[in-house]
């Protein structure tokens, strides 16, 4: 059993306390740092924004650029920004994806296409990623916006594998790699990669590595979430992704073990419009004895483990310590 | 009488061949480069970039980069790869406008949102966007990243000052003015400084002042012809604006004049969720009759030729005569 898979676990929210420890102080200026980046003279915009910014997430992608910036021992000022840049791409993102799904809620409060509409979340998804634009062309220097338009494309090509997964029996595991590439672990990635630029120059290469491996190390753990998760933990229902045609790792490496039967019965929920509860059950009940979710699993530990070799170069220490941690938190993520 | 405003016409298409003319052979690679720019291999991509680029437009805001660039007699090569960002900025912003008011046909084809789906037009218009600024961190310039992120941002500002206008009996002419800076002015007017970038260093600030009064006038002339455009010609129904609730310069022009029945009659078209075609040409009719319609237009005749004043530091010649001629055709478009 590899070391990650065999570690004695701490509930997560600890987890991600601890994470956070060595760049807690610089965390408070990115929330500083994002607020002042959005504000305008427009009531609607500062409305939104003010939802947005309270309904804000753990601020992972943050954590990981604070921390790649001090591997070397001396982060520099520029990283506060540099983070703020992305959280707010990654909101950006949200913004739309949420407008794209009409989905109601997001992290147990509205969504901005809920509670506004959803004009008002297709622009203002495109504010926050434009203006996060304009705060990262003011840093001057063109390696951060080679990397993260760069992202932004990429980010907008995983919401279009994304829609090409929907109803896909055919839909293969190389497909699925390349759409958690996209959509997660892009932006993961680079938040690991610019944080390396801001005083860690020397450890670019293996950081932005690890952070691709995390991102999708992520994805894996979340699309397994999907299939096992107690929806009174997560705030949402289990099965989601099934109900919207989503087709995820546990059902691609199920696939090719199911009978005549089972394999019908996934059929089934792909050709109805709203697939209901006791189909989307039995068809996870049928992707579980097929071993699907063990599958995933082990795929997530081997590609955790990579994440946890790609660390290798880092000096020992605290900032070592966050980022090996952020592997066991990812994979024990239980919303 | 203004001289703008005296000027012989000439039919708008022939007008748009004559100022295109300096710079025919370069629109022809900003087309090829628009192209090479978008492509990808994610069929559903490629199939959805096929249909805007033939739904391309008349390539105004690539021609006016060109032509400043040309203005000092020296354009340099990178003025086609910065003319075909802009015009795919361009498109992305139809793309999630279109999307946003589920609009339906676009230059007489289908829209993305209405051929596709409105999910492939909220990515697609994110995906066109974040292509063309990769494109741009390419040509390896700041100034243009700061001047075009910049943009982009003050086009989402336009399109939120567009739903704010909505239901306005409150919306001022101050407010008008705002709202067409961000939403046409800003794109025009980077049009034409980045043109001047790549080879008319010195004319930026009179070209940059230039675009700005010209995409005032441009869309001046538009929110008039919503008002008086024969629907055959335009090829959308009059009034469309009205139908929108939408306020523009006529309408607020006239809002001082009016009578307490006719002030009635418009607030009721305010009122009402769905205006009938009756109703819509009544607030035309009472429009024009309080000399709303003529107020816009002498405002965009001043400002048409603020636009030409703008041009006296530029040298005689071709391109100066090209650049005239757009604000005329501006003035005249009757589509």
Redo the contacts between chains.
Sequence with gaps: MSGIAARTRTPPTDALRDIQAPVMERLELVVREMHAIVT?D?A??EQVSAHLLQMRGKMFRPTLTLLASAAGGTPEPRAVRVAAVIELMHLATLV?DD???HSVLRRGLPTVNSLFS???S??????L???A??A??DV?D?EF??IL??V??E???G???Q??SLDGMEFSEEDYFALIRSKTASLISAACETGALCGAKGYREPLRRYGELLGMAFQIADDILDYTADSAVTGKPSGLDLREHKVTLPLIAARGHLSHSERARVEELFAEEQPDDALIADVIGIVADAGGIEHARRQGERIAQEAEDALAPIPDGKVRSALTDAIFYVMDRRS
């Design positions: 305008s427009l609607i915009i739309h407008s794209v799904d959803h004009q008002v297709v622009i203002m998804g495109d504010f990623y434009t203006r634009h304009t990262l062309v001057g063109l916006l080679r338009t760069g932004a494309n980010l907008t090509i919401e279009m594998r829609l090409a």
